[in-house]
Protein backbone atom coordinates (compact mmCIF):
# COMPACT_ATOMS: atom_id res chain seq x y z
CA UNK A 1 0.00 0.00 0.00
CA UNK A 2 1.42 3.80 -0.67
CA UNK A 3 2.90 5.25 2.26
CA UNK A 4 2.34 9.08 1.69
CA UNK A 5 4.06 9.89 4.44
CA UNK A 6 6.63 8.25 3.15
CA UNK A 7 7.18 10.14 0.39
CA UNK A 8 7.55 12.94 1.33
CA UNK A 9 11.08 11.74 3.46
CA UNK A 10 14.40 12.44 1.79
CA UNK A 11 16.85 10.38 4.58
CA UNK A 12 20.02 9.72 2.92
CA UNK A 13 19.64 11.99 -0.28
CA UNK A 14 21.66 15.03 -1.08
CA UNK A 15 19.95 17.92 -1.72
CA UNK A 16 22.20 21.21 -2.71
CA UNK A 17 21.17 24.51 -2.08
CA UNK A 18 22.12 28.30 -2.80
CA UNK A 19 21.50 31.26 -1.38
CA UNK A 20 21.64 29.08 2.06
CA UNK A 21 21.93 31.79 4.62
CA UNK A 22 18.95 34.41 3.44
CA UNK A 23 16.25 34.42 4.99
CA UNK A 24 14.26 32.10 2.75
CA UNK A 25 17.63 29.39 2.08
CA UNK A 26 17.74 28.85 5.71
CA UNK A 27 14.14 27.83 5.87
CA UNK A 28 14.23 25.71 3.28
CA UNK A 29 17.68 24.07 4.16
CA UNK A 30 16.31 23.60 8.11
CA UNK A 31 13.01 21.96 6.42
CA UNK A 32 15.01 19.58 4.37
CA UNK A 33 17.33 18.69 7.20
CA UNK A 34 14.28 17.33 9.40
CA UNK A 35 13.00 15.63 6.23
CA UNK A 36 16.22 13.87 6.21
CA UNK A 37 18.46 14.90 3.54
CA UNK A 38 21.96 15.54 3.67
CA UNK A 39 23.03 19.16 2.37
CA UNK A 40 25.83 20.72 0.33
CA UNK A 41 24.92 24.51 1.11
CA UNK A 42 26.34 27.42 -1.39
CA UNK A 43 26.31 31.23 -0.78
CA UNK A 44 28.20 33.61 -2.12
CA UNK A 45 31.83 34.35 -0.70
CA UNK A 46 32.01 36.78 2.42
CA UNK A 47 29.16 33.85 3.63
CA UNK A 48 31.57 31.17 5.04
CA UNK A 49 31.08 31.87 8.63
CA UNK A 50 27.23 32.20 8.55
CA UNK A 51 27.41 28.82 6.05
CA UNK A 52 29.63 26.83 9.11
CA UNK A 53 27.44 28.21 11.37
CA UNK A 54 24.43 26.14 9.56
CA UNK A 55 26.55 22.98 9.28
CA UNK A 56 26.96 22.29 12.98
CA UNK A 57 23.61 23.67 13.69
CA UNK A 58 22.10 20.90 10.81
CA UNK A 59 25.00 18.27 12.21
CA UNK A 60 23.77 18.57 15.57
CA UNK A 61 20.50 19.12 15.72
CA UNK A 62 19.11 16.91 13.11
CA UNK A 63 22.11 13.46 12.31
CA UNK A 64 22.71 14.51 8.60
CA UNK A 65 25.90 15.74 6.83
CA UNK A 66 26.49 18.94 5.45
CA UNK A 67 29.12 20.60 3.42
CA UNK A 68 29.58 23.87 2.53
CA UNK A 69 30.53 26.11 -0.17
CA UNK A 70 31.77 29.64 -1.22
CA UNK A 71 31.09 30.41 -4.64
CA UNK A 72 29.68 33.65 -7.69
CA UNK A 73 26.82 30.89 -9.32
CA UNK A 74 27.10 34.05 -12.14
CA UNK A 75 30.65 31.92 -13.13
CA UNK A 76 29.45 29.11 -14.42
CA UNK A 77 33.39 27.42 -14.19
CA UNK A 78 33.11 27.72 -10.31
CA UNK A 79 29.27 26.31 -10.07
CA UNK A 80 30.71 23.41 -12.45
CA UNK A 81 33.87 23.14 -9.83
CA UNK A 82 31.32 22.82 -7.07
CA UNK A 83 28.82 20.21 -8.37
CA UNK A 84 31.71 18.09 -8.89
CA UNK A 85 32.99 18.95 -5.37
CA UNK A 86 29.68 17.86 -3.99
CA UNK A 87 29.51 14.75 -5.42
CA UNK A 88 32.95 13.71 -4.15
CA UNK A 89 32.05 15.54 -0.59
CA UNK A 90 28.59 13.65 0.09
CA UNK A 91 28.34 11.63 -2.72
CA UNK A 92 25.48 12.04 -5.78
CA UNK A 93 23.12 15.07 -5.65
CA UNK A 94 19.53 13.68 -6.18
CA UNK A 95 18.29 17.50 -5.71
CA UNK A 96 18.84 20.93 -6.06
CA UNK A 97 16.80 23.89 -4.80
CA UNK A 98 17.80 27.34 -6.25
CA UNK A 99 17.19 30.31 -3.85
CA UNK A 100 19.83 32.39 -4.82
CA UNK A 101 18.98 35.95 -5.95
CA UNK A 102 19.22 39.86 -5.66
CA UNK A 103 16.75 42.31 -5.96
CA UNK A 104 17.17 45.92 -6.34
CA UNK A 105 14.42 48.49 -6.69
CA UNK A 106 13.99 51.37 -9.40
CA UNK A 107 11.72 52.52 -11.97
CA UNK A 108 13.22 51.67 -15.58
CA UNK A 109 14.30 54.72 -15.61
CA UNK A 110 16.80 54.28 -12.98
CA UNK A 111 18.25 51.19 -13.47
CA UNK A 112 21.50 51.11 -15.33
CA UNK A 113 22.76 49.07 -17.91
CA UNK A 114 24.76 47.47 -14.77
CA UNK A 115 22.09 47.00 -12.45
CA UNK A 116 20.16 45.36 -14.87
CA UNK A 117 23.31 43.31 -16.00
CA UNK A 118 23.68 42.10 -12.41
CA UNK A 119 20.05 41.11 -11.61
CA UNK A 120 20.37 39.16 -14.71
CA UNK A 121 23.87 37.64 -14.28
CA UNK A 122 22.72 35.91 -11.06
CA UNK A 123 18.92 35.35 -10.85
CA UNK A 124 19.03 33.96 -14.28
CA UNK A 125 21.94 33.16 -15.53
CA UNK A 126 23.33 31.63 -12.57
CA UNK A 127 20.26 29.65 -12.04
CA UNK A 128 20.66 28.60 -15.16
CA UNK A 129 24.32 27.21 -14.76
CA UNK A 130 23.31 25.89 -11.89
CA UNK A 131 20.57 23.11 -13.57
CA UNK A 132 22.69 23.20 -15.94
CA UNK A 133 25.86 21.74 -13.79
CA UNK A 134 23.94 19.50 -11.19
CA UNK A 135 21.06 18.53 -13.43
CA UNK A 136 23.57 17.37 -16.32
CA UNK A 137 24.79 14.38 -13.34
CA UNK A 138 20.80 13.65 -12.53
CA UNK A 139 20.13 12.79 -16.25
CA UNK A 140 23.40 10.46 -16.74
CA UNK A 141 21.72 8.94 -13.58
CA UNK A 142 18.11 9.05 -14.94
CA UNK A 143 16.92 10.39 -11.05
CA UNK A 144 16.58 13.83 -9.54
CA UNK A 145 14.40 17.18 -9.23
CA UNK A 146 15.00 20.73 -9.10
CA UNK A 147 12.90 23.62 -7.77
CA UNK A 148 13.67 27.59 -8.65
CA UNK A 149 12.79 29.83 -6.49
CA UNK A 150 10.95 32.78 -8.76
CA UNK A 151 8.39 35.09 -7.80
CA UNK A 152 5.10 36.46 -8.14
CA UNK A 153 6.47 39.47 -9.33
CA UNK A 154 7.58 37.19 -12.94
CA UNK A 155 3.85 37.13 -13.08
CA UNK A 156 2.50 40.71 -12.86
CA UNK A 157 3.72 44.51 -13.00
CA UNK A 158 4.43 45.54 -9.33
CA UNK A 159 2.15 48.43 -8.12
CA UNK A 160 3.94 52.13 -8.82
CA UNK A 161 5.72 53.60 -6.76
CA UNK A 162 6.92 50.32 -5.57
CA UNK A 163 8.58 49.38 -8.98
CA UNK A 164 11.48 46.84 -10.05
CA UNK A 165 11.30 46.01 -13.60
CA UNK A 166 14.44 44.33 -13.79
CA UNK A 167 13.69 42.26 -10.78
CA UNK A 168 10.29 41.47 -12.76
CA UNK A 169 11.93 40.73 -16.07
CA UNK A 170 14.42 38.26 -14.52
CA UNK A 171 11.92 36.14 -12.56
CA UNK A 172 9.61 35.96 -15.54
CA UNK A 173 12.98 34.36 -16.94
CA UNK A 174 13.39 31.39 -14.29
CA UNK A 175 9.86 30.99 -14.63
CA UNK A 176 10.35 30.11 -18.67
CA UNK A 177 13.86 28.67 -18.01
CA UNK A 178 12.02 26.31 -15.45
CA UNK A 179 9.63 24.92 -18.53
CA UNK A 180 11.98 24.84 -21.03
CA UNK A 181 14.64 22.69 -18.81
CA UNK A 182 11.93 20.63 -17.64
CA UNK A 183 10.93 19.71 -20.90
CA UNK A 184 14.32 19.09 -21.77
CA UNK A 185 15.44 16.50 -18.54
CA UNK A 186 11.78 14.82 -18.49
CA UNK A 187 13.59 12.42 -20.52
CA UNK A 188 15.73 11.21 -18.05
CA UNK A 189 13.31 11.20 -15.42
CA UNK A 190 14.51 14.70 -14.13
CA UNK A 191 11.81 16.87 -12.72
CA UNK A 192 12.23 20.42 -12.93
CA UNK A 193 9.37 23.15 -11.34
CA UNK A 194 9.67 26.39 -9.27
CA UNK A 195 8.05 28.19 -6.82
CA UNK A 196 6.81 31.78 -6.31
CA UNK A 197 6.95 33.34 -3.34
CA UNK A 198 4.47 36.66 -2.34
CA UNK A 199 4.98 39.24 -0.04
CA UNK A 200 7.14 38.16 3.12
CA UNK A 201 8.10 38.90 6.32
CA UNK A 202 12.07 39.14 5.83
CA UNK A 203 14.21 39.26 2.82
CA UNK A 204 13.38 41.24 -0.93
CA UNK A 205 10.11 40.75 -1.00
CA UNK A 206 9.37 42.39 2.93
CA UNK A 207 6.63 45.09 2.84
CA UNK A 208 8.68 47.02 5.51
CA UNK A 209 11.15 47.61 2.72
CA UNK A 210 9.08 49.31 0.17
CA UNK A 211 7.82 51.52 3.01
CA UNK A 212 11.32 52.69 3.74
CA UNK A 213 11.64 53.17 0.14
CA UNK A 214 8.67 54.67 -0.51
CA UNK A 215 5.84 55.23 2.44
CA UNK A 216 3.52 53.55 4.27
CA UNK A 217 0.62 53.86 1.89
CA UNK A 218 2.57 50.80 -0.35
CA UNK A 219 2.51 48.27 2.36
CA UNK A 220 -1.84 49.25 3.29
CA UNK A 221 -2.48 48.57 -0.28
CA UNK A 222 -0.44 45.19 -0.50
CA UNK A 223 -2.30 44.41 2.74
CA UNK A 224 -5.86 45.19 1.33
CA UNK A 225 -5.13 43.58 -2.17
CA UNK A 226 -4.50 40.18 -0.94
CA UNK A 227 -7.30 38.44 0.66
CA UNK A 228 -5.91 36.90 3.31
CA UNK A 229 -4.57 40.34 4.69
CA UNK A 230 -1.43 39.63 6.00
CA UNK A 231 2.15 38.57 4.41
CA UNK A 232 3.78 35.26 4.46
CA UNK A 233 6.39 33.86 7.08
CA UNK A 234 9.53 32.00 5.38
CA UNK A 235 8.16 28.62 6.87
CA UNK A 236 4.89 28.91 4.71
CA UNK A 237 7.00 28.29 1.75
CA UNK A 238 9.08 25.39 2.84
CA UNK A 239 6.21 22.66 2.63
CA UNK A 240 6.14 23.65 -1.26
CA UNK A 241 9.90 23.22 -1.50
CA UNK A 242 9.86 19.38 0.06
CA UNK A 243 7.27 18.61 -1.70
CA UNK A 244 8.74 19.24 -5.08
CA UNK A 245 11.88 17.65 -4.22
CA UNK A 246 10.81 14.33 -2.54
CA UNK A 247 8.97 11.15 -4.23
CA UNK A 248 5.16 12.93 -3.19
CA UNK A 249 5.74 14.80 -6.60
CA UNK A 250 7.15 12.26 -8.63
CA UNK A 251 4.81 12.60 -11.64
CA UNK A 252 5.17 16.70 -11.50
CA UNK A 253 7.44 18.68 -13.95
CA UNK A 254 7.03 22.28 -15.07
CA UNK A 255 4.86 23.85 -12.93
CA UNK A 256 4.76 26.87 -10.59
CA UNK A 257 3.70 26.85 -7.11
CA UNK A 258 2.35 30.53 -6.32
CA UNK A 259 2.08 31.12 -2.75
CA UNK A 260 1.16 34.97 -2.48
CA UNK A 261 -2.09 34.75 -0.14
CA UNK A 262 -4.13 35.13 -2.87
CA UNK A 263 -2.68 38.40 -4.17
CA UNK A 264 -3.21 37.56 -8.14
CA UNK A 265 -6.77 36.49 -7.44
CA UNK A 266 -7.99 40.47 -7.52
Not at 9 to 17: C, P, Y
Not at 146 to 167: E, Q
Not at 183 to 189: C, H, K, P, S, V
Not at 197 to 207: D, Q, T
Request: proline share 3%; glycine share 12%; charged share 20%.
Amino acid sequence: MFDVMKAFQMNGRNIAVTGATGNLGMHFAEGLAQAGANLPLMDMPGTEEKLNGLKNNFEGNYGIKVSVYALDIGDEENVKLVSEKAEEDLGPVDGLLNVAGINHHGTVFDYSDADLDRLMHINVVGTYSCCKWFGKKMCERKRGSIVNIASMSGYIGNYPPRTMAGYGISKAGVHHLTKCIAAEMGAYNVRVNSISPGFLEKGMSNVKNFMQLTDPGIAEHNLSATPMHRVAKAEELVGAAVYLLSDASSFTTGIDILIDGGYMLW
